[in-house]
């Protein structure tokens, strides 16, 4: 959810604000955190249910590092 809400709504109402340089760095920032936090988290957790959740907040990194990537593979402009 978190993903459709930047692409659908974050990015394009602030398209500007998105992909300024210092937002950018900020959100490859926290990404490459909750990649490298969430990975770590979950490789201690007994319980299933907490693995699957913090491997989920790991791969929310990825899609956001993606989108942040400024590439046509990490983000398409949805076409009109």
Known sequence: MGTYGF??????FFPAEAF??????????LAVIGIV?????????PDVKKLVAYSSVSHMGFAMLGIWAMTVQGCRAPSS
């Open 20 to 29: 300024a340089p210092l937002t950018s760095a900020v959100v490859v920032a």
């Open 7 to 12: 692409l659908r709504f974050a990015i394009p």
């Open 37 to 45: 936090y969430g990975a770590l988290v979950a490789l201690v957790q």
